[in-house]
Each structure stands twice: as structure tokens, then as C-alpha cells.
């Protein structure tokens, strides 16, 4: 069964501190989201890509984090500075465009102290 | 623009009991519908889909749901839940426009008891 890789699937770090998540894509999907889950705030869409292009950041906050698509196989969540109120658990899906559903890693706890 | 409103946060429900988990939409473009589930430290998965034709969706692990046009609901059914089946569960839509970006509600915890 294919599936979406995200690493790391821990990870503690100081404020501060980047912070860079990676995510596998299934092979062949074409679009690549970024979720972040938290008990307040439920799942939050972050960014979307399609073949590699950014369609829609407008849920990430721009000073801090970015997200980018170096090649096909492979999608980068970053946050530099990170701060504690970016504890969360990050979600990678991937999909192929049109309506179809999303396949989910497991995901990114992210614990910032 | 769309949008989903799950109607219940906890749905607390003894085993072998019925439970329905009620979703509602917004759109003003075609939707296509989607449930996930997700347990814990895992991510969502797909329980089943509506895109087009019969509006009574068989999915896994025995869930169904019915794609109401007219209540613009998408309600999810199981005629008797396990213990097993205790996890958060999420009623998404997609549509035509915005790229096929998809909305997702802020889910129900179905709590089985024994």
C-alpha cells in the first residue's frame, strides 16, 4: 500500500529554533497539502501545492514559516524562528487534482519549549 | 465559498448501539463529499466518498452516508458500532472551484462504551 511519509514523526526543540519537516508524497499524486492539527483550532490548511507550484499559502503565517517543493518527491515545511505557540502536529496529505480524495502521513509532533 | 458544520463535537454511543454523525455543507458550486476518521497519533483516513450517482455512499468498516442535495446534509450512518470504532471523525467538501481545495469540518469524537 503506498503511503505519505512525514519526518520527523517527533520532534522537541527550544524556542527559537528552525524547525524543518519533511514529507514523501505518494508517487505520481500531483498535489501536496500542509495541515496543522491542534485541539483549539481543529485542522488548519497551511499551503497547497500542485505540480510543485504553490496554489494557496493564505493559512500560513508569512513571517516564520515557508514551504516549498524542491522536487516531485519531496515537500519542506519550515519554521524559523519557531515559538511555543507552534506546538501542533503537522499533517502532509498528497492527491491527485480534481475531486479526489487526500491521503495523510501519520505526521509531525511538534513540542516548542 | 464553502463550508462545513459538523453538528456534533462527542457523540457518545454504547456498542452494538446505531449512531449517526451528522455533517452539513455550504457551496454554490458542485461538492464532492468526504468522510475520514482518524485514531489516535495517526492521520485521517478515507472512509468513504460521494462524487457522483447514487446518493447512498457505502464505505469501510461498515459506514455509510447519504448525499441529501435538497438539506444540503451528508450524514454518516453505522447500524452498530464496536468498541474499535472510537475515534475522531471528519466530513469534508470539495468543489469545482478554489483548485479543488477542501474544506474540512472540525470533526466528531465518537466515544463507543461497552
Known amino acids: 500500500d503506498a503511503r505519505v511519509t512525514q519526518t520527523p514523526r517527533h520532534k522537541v526543540t527550544e524556542m527559537g529554533q528552525e524547525v524543518t519537516m519533511r514529507c514523501q508524497p505518494i508517487?505520481?499524486?500531483?498535489?501536496v497539502f500542509w495541515y496543522r492539527q491542534t485541539m483549539m483550532q481543529g485542522l488548519e490548511l497551511l499551503a497547497y501545492?500542485?505540480?510543485?507550484?504553490?496554489?494557496?499559502d493564505s493559512g500560513m503565517p508569512k513571517d516564520r514559516f515557508s514551504a516549498e517543493m524542491p522536487d516531485a518527491t519531496l515537500a519542506t515545511l519550515k519554521i524559523q524562528p519557531s515559538e511555543p505557540r507552534d506546538s501542533a502536529v503537522y499533517f502532509c496529505?498528497?492527491?491527485?487534482?480534481?475531486?479526489?480524495?487526500?491521503?495523510f502521513g501519520d505526521g509531525t509532533r511538534l513540542s516548542i519549549l | 465559498a464553502q463550508s462545513v458544520t459538523q453538528l456534533d463535537s462527542q457523540v457518545p454511543v454504547f456498542e452494538e448501539a446505531p449512531v449517526e454523525l451528522r455533517c452539513n455543507y455550504s457551496s454554490s458550486v458542485s461538492v464532492y463529499l468526504f468522510w475520514y476518521v482518524q485514531y489516535p497519533n495517526q492521520g485521517l483516513q478515507l472512509l468513504l466518498k460521494y462524487l457522483s450517482g447514487s446518493t447512498l455512499v457505502k464505505g469501510i468498516n461498515g459506514f455509510e452516508a447519504e448525499f441529501n442535495k435538497s438539506q444540503t446534509s451528508f450524514h454518516l450512518r453505522k447500524p452498530s458500532v464496536h468498541i474499535s470504532d472510537t475515534a475522531e471523525y471528519f466530513c469534508a467538501v470539495s468543489g469545482d472551484t478554489g483548485g479543488f481545495k477542501t474544506i474540512f469540518g472540525a470533526g466528531t469524537r465518537l466515544f463507543v462504551k461497552a
Open positions: 501545492f500542485r505540480n510543485r507550484a504553490p496554489l494557496d
Open positions: 508517487l505520481g499524486h500531483n498535489t
Open positions: 496529505a498528497s492527491g491527485l487534482v480534481g475531486a479526489q480524495p487526500q491521503h
